[in-house]
């Protein structure tokens, strides 16, 4: 299984980036997926998660209101939606999957992209 993160990039704060994240072997709609984020020098935290066979979705308080999470199972992909973004966004932003209940915690995941860098200056 292999997941893909892709769409990160440089941008102003208060501009907006939409990450995708694509899956080989794994459908999305049948796994709890999430985003989690990791700055340099920090840990891995819980950014969003989309429950399966659901649209319950979950955030961070730090990106509720500005983050969306979605999921388009025709395509079989991932997006988190970033809005009105702030300079503590910055970081690579990692997706994942899991059969697991844990959604907040990354130790729950079994599958993870390679991750795609945020940058947002001020």
């Known amino acids: 299984v292999q997941l893909q993160a892709s769409g990160g990039g440089s941008v102003q704060a208060g501009g907006s980036l939409r990450l995708s994240c694509a899956a080989s072997?794994?459908?999305?709609?049948?796994?709890?997926t999430a985003w989690f984020r990791q700055a340099p020098g920090k840990e891995r935290v819980f950014v969003a998660t989309?429950?399966?066979?659901?649209?319950?979705?979950y955030y961070n308080d730090a990106v509720k209101d500005r983050f969306t999470i979605s999921r388009d199972n025709a395509k079989n992909m991932l997006f988190l939606q970033m809005n009105s973004l702030k300079p503590d966004d910055t970081a690579t932003y990692y997706c994942?999957?899991?059969?697991?209940?844990?959604?907040?915690?990354?130790?729950?995941?079994?599958?993870w992209g390679q991750g795609t860098l945020v940058t947002v200056s001020s």
């Open positions: 072997t794994l459908s999305f709609n049948a796994f709890n």
């Open positions: 989309l429950l399966q066979n659901s649209n319950n979705a």
């Open positions: 994942a999957a899991t059969k697991g209940g844990w959604v907040k915690l990354p130790s729950t995941y079994e599958y």
